[in-house]
């Protein structure tokens, strides 16, 4: 059961299609609304640069249903991401947008994705919201929200066994380019 819940969490984060959920941006919007992009500091803003920044370091910060039991925490976050546009207020990744602050502090639109479990038998509905700070042009701190909201399907049952929805994890990580 352990090899399996890995396996299939493994592939949620690291082998999906993502598709970001209107709803998902909708209710972000109040938190990218707090980011103060004034430049009203006479600081001049950080802009990342463009290309693939690695992740490293990851820790769990908390995790309400116990994945760390069930696998380890660096496969749920993937292990690289491309920024393929940038400027002094967003930065668009391969499967997002983020904004930004002046002070480099940024959150992502989050990234909605149903995975297949169990053979087909079971879909899981996940959430991931990438915020963090951008600590120069080459380097952030991250943070990631993962939430395992739903199930599915007549599979749920067994991973039903492993989880209780929803399940939220928030992990912390460094990326460099």
């Not at 996940?126 to 120069?136: A, V, W």
Request: aromatic letters at 6%.
């Amino acid at each position: 059961m352990k090899s399996l819940f890995i396996s299939f969490i493994t592939g949620i984060i690291l082998g999906c299609s993502v598709s970001i959920n209107e709803e998902s941006i909708s209710n972000n919007h109040s938190i990218v609304e707090n980011l103060d992009t004034s430049s009203d500091t006479g600081e001049e803003s950080i802009i990342p640069k463009i290309g693939i920044w690695s992740i490293s370091d990851i820790e769990s910060i908390s995790d309400n249903c116990n994945i760390e039991e069930y696998q380890e925490v660096n496969s749920m976050v993937p292990s690289e991401f491309t920024i393929v546009d940038s400027n002094a207020h967003t930065f668009q990744t391969d499967s997002t947008q983020c904004n930004m602050n002046n002070l480099g502090n940024f959150i992502c639109n989050a990234t909605s994705i149903e995975e297949k479990a169990l053979g087909g038998t079971a879909t899981l509905n996940i959430e991931t919201i990438m915020k963090g700070s951008l600590l120069s042009q080459s380097l952030m701190n991250l943070e990631f929200d993962v939430n395992i909201n739903s199930c599915t399907g007549a599979g749920c049952f067994m991973i039903e066994m492993a989880l209780e929805f929803p399940c939220e994890v928030t992990l912390n990580a460094n990326s460099r380019i």
